[in-house]
């Protein structure tokens, strides 16, 4: 993992002492709440409907065991006992109060964290890949990359104020578990025809009131010119994105009217400019940080033990298929920690579990922790003999759902429960839906089916994307949803179809068992939901939802 | 004639506040001071003001409200999820809410 150096200490450590003086400030009637509120957004300090909000950066989601045993403190001490992992790979907690919020602070820079730029028209915290490092068919690790990123935003004079908030994606392998194409650029790391590895740069993707899928600007960018490249871009946006319209100014809006080729164009002549005197990469400086992500020392294991288990214990083989993944090194896995038990809030964790997490991670995964966009956690480096004792860990926790992936695996925005822009609440009809289809075997049976839920227009749960989407609408003071279909966030990245008219509240789940029930009477072979959708089309969904009107 | 009583959030903490009959600000919404006239409302409104003066609350605003029993309840779900509580998380849904939100809860 990477580890600050002296400059990151001192800017941290610089940015809690200003923050602590203007809470001071703020408290002692010095500062208005006209003046504070910027000041405390820069620190990701948010207030939403209940109280305040620390939204805490969790770089490329990668956390040690010991930055775990932090947030779990955190939501013990300062808040009401637990917290929200997000679609950003970071960490929201609900309950702050603003006294508290520079210890908060100053306890995350204990363990190398901070808040900088969670909130606000800035390059925000850059994503990777949750099996960054570990994908077996990984091209390069993207958190080198990532990192390389980090601190060349982390305030950045040119693009502390851009038009709107700005998103960044890396991923190193061929399948897209960062879901690059609907961020404001995604980089996917290739390696071209002579062997050189470089990234493609999709620019333009987002949610939001107007989805869309990012475009390939380049091909291909040689690594060392990735800062050079991502700055100019940024010049073009920061220049021509527009300010007058909020609805309007995110760069995919910039993109879709100049069109892709023109943007590419504008893009390339602004390299030309700084390409050479730009901040490009020396291969030592990536070799320096890479140093930070080299891989740890695999042990030989003998993987006999775990084979024994998956046959003598079927919900443990049930556990290991949905929720462990191949690694590259042979003998090691991959564990997703589901963190949406039937019934609970998607994303959230008691402090109890995120120290037990941490404890899991010391004794299984060497220290490390990955937190996915889905809102799960990963244990990236478990030994496979080691799989069935951590499974019985987990269980004692309510952390071993065998549902990654499936219906259950549901991505919801905190709605209008937590936030102050949603119109509808997500949580609810996200427990509504896990407890129908709680029996594990029957999801199992249903297969890969990603549900995402959003409480409103902003689309924080990714709707556009899910398989099955959800989208509260407010209808004159009553909650309605509206059903997409064929999103994927994948590397065949899609904006799903609107099937028809919103349902009301009361009846949104039983649409969505409609729907399971005709995928499952309709798909052939081993065809996931989204296959089978993209074989017969919306109409028999559209019949089977609405009559054939 | 709307029947109206003021919400903001207090400065220290965040949580939600609602202006009582005393002049002090209360989590619970039961206590509010419910007024039932614009000029009444203003004048609700204005005192609510001094407090964000004081460094008590944050953005004070008017929400309508039921006023059945003499006790106060917001009628925009909104409104009764600030004044109640998350309805579906760790905290679990109090009692009180209207049905349409125990339907979803």
Request: glycine content about 8%; some cysteine; aromatic content about 8%.
């Amino acid at each position: 993992m990477y580890r600050y150096d002296a400059y990151d200490t001192q800017l941290v450590g610089e940015r809690v002492t200003q923050f602590r003086d203007q809470v001071r400030r703020r408290l002692d009637g010095s500062l208005s709440e006209d003046e504070f509120r910027p000041l405390r957004l820069l620190n990701g300090l948010y207030l939403q409907l209940h109280a305040y909000m620390l939204r805490v950066a969790i770089p490329y989601g990668t956390l040690s065991s010991e930055q775990m045993r932090m947030l779990a403190h955190i939501a013990r001490r300062y808040d009401k006992g637990y917290g929200h992992f997000t679609t950003r790979q970071n960490i929201q907690f609900n309950w702050t109060r603003l006294e508290d919020a520079p210890d908060i602070l100053a306890d995350l820079a204990k363990v190398e964290m901070h808040a900088i730029q969670t909130s606000g028209n800035t390059i925000r915290n850059t994503t990777a890949d949750p099996f960054a490092g570990v994908a077996a068919e990984e091209i390069e690790d993207p958190r080198i990359y990532c990192e390389i990123i980090r601190q060349w935003s982390t305030l950045h004079p040119e693009f502390s104020f851009l038009p709107r908030k700005f998103k960044i994606a890396v991923t190193g392998a061929r399948e897209d578990r960062a879901a690059v194409r609907v961020h404001d650029i995604g980089l996917a790391i290739r390696r071209d025809n002579s062997g050189e590895v470089g990234f493609e740069v999709m620019v333009g993707g987002g949610q939001g009131r107007t989805p869309m899928i990012a475009k390939t600007i380049r091909e291909f960018l040689p690594k060392d010119q990735l800062l050079s490249y991502l700055e100019a871009i940024l010049r073009v946006y920061n220049l021509a994105g527009r300010r007058d319209n909020k609805y309007k100014a995110r760069i995919k809006i910039l993109v879709h009217e100049l069109g892709a080729e023109t943007f590419h164009e504008q893009v390339e002549a602004e390299w030309a400019q700084l390409r050479d005197a730009g901040p490009n990469l020396q291969a030592v400086e990536i070799a320096r940080i890479a140093a930070f992500f080299d891989p740890p020392r695999y042990e030989e294991v003998d993987s006999a033990s775990y084979q024994a288990k998956l046959f003598q214990d079927r919900t443990f083989a049930d556990w290991v298929r949905t929720n462990v993944a191949p690694h590259k090194q042979d003998g090691y896995a991959i564990v997703s920690i589901s963190l949406k038990p039937e019934g609970e809030a998607p994303g959230d964790a008691t402090a109890a579990q995120m120290e037990a997490v941490a404890d899991f991670a010391e004794r299984y995964s060497l220290q490390e922790i990955r937190v996915t966009h889905e809102q799960n956690l990963v244990l990236p480096h478990v030994r496979q003999p080691d799989l069935y004792a951590l499974w019985q860990g987990l269980r004692d926790q309510e952390l071993a759902t065998a549902n990654i992936g499936l219906i259950s695996d549901i991505i919801a925005c905190p709605g209008l429960d937590y936030c102050g822009l949603a119109t509808t609440r997500s949580i609810p009809v996200a427990q509504r839906i896990s407890r129908l289809f709680a029996n594990l075997d029957r999801q199992h049976d249903i297969g890969e089916l990603r549900l995402k839920i959003s409480g409103c227009i902003n689309a924080c749960g990714h709707h556009h994307v899910g398989h099955i989407g959800i989208l509260g609408v407010d209808r004159k003071g009553e909650e309605y949803y509206q059903i997409t279909l064929g999103g994927r966030a994948d590397e065949n990245a899609a904006i799903g179809k609107i099937i028809g008219p919103a349902f009301s509240s009361a009846n949104i789940v039983d649409a969505v068992e409609t729907l399971v029930t005709v995928y499952l009477e309709r798909r052939r072979d081993h065809e996931r939901f989204v296959d089978t959708y993209e074989r017969v089309g919306q109409t028999p969904f559209k019949e089977a939802l609405y009559g054939s009107r | 004639m709307k029947t109206q009583a003021v919400t903001a959030n207090l400065l220290v903490d965040g949580r939600v506040a609602f202006l009582t009959w005393e002049g002090d600000w209360s989590e619970k919404v039961e206590d509010s001071h419910v007024v039932t006239s614009n000029e009444e409302a203003e004048w609700l409104l204005d005192s609510a003001q001094r407090a964000v003066s004081a460094q008590v609350v944050i953005d004070p605003y008017l929400i309508e409200v039921s006023d059945s029993n003499g006790s106060a309840w917001p009628l925009s779900r909104r409104e009764q999820i600030r004044a109640a509580g998350p309805t579906g998380t760790i905290d679990t849904a109090p009692d009180g809410l209207t049905a349409g939100l125990k339907q979803v809860a």
